[in-house]
């Protein structure tokens, strides 16, 4: 981490619950990406940090492992 980050304030920050950094990680990028965004990619955007703040990475499947069943059932084919 850069020497432009202060320490105490990212101590402060990683103390919080997951939650409420998210919701300040939010905040930020707003109030620096937004700008430059019309309304609509703002809005996709929006909609897609909370289908991922809402995903259930348990579900998730390694790439690997979904790469090794495909080619198990080319085999079987």
């Given at each position: 981490?850069g020497d432009m980050v202060d320490r105490?304030?990212?101590?402060?920050?990683?103390?919080?619950?997951?939650?409420?950094?998210?919701?300040?990680?939010?905040?930020?990028?707003?109030?620096?990406?937004?700008?430059?965004?019309?309304?609509?990619?703002?809005?996709?955007?929006?909609?897609?940090?909370?289908?991922?703040?809402?995903?259930?990475?348990e579900e998730y499947v390694a790439l690997e492992d979904d790469e090794r069943d495909?080619?198990?059932?080319?085999?079987?084919?």
């Open positions: 981490m105490a304030l990212l101590e402060q920050v990683m103390r919080l619950d997951e939650e409420t950094r998210l919701e300040l990680r939010d905040a930020i990028e707003a109030s620096v990406v937004e700008e430059h965004l019309t309304p609509e990619l703002s809005e996709l955007l929006d909609e897609r940090v909370a289908d991922d703040d809402a995903a259930n990475r495909v080619r198990s059932r080319r085999r079987i084919a």
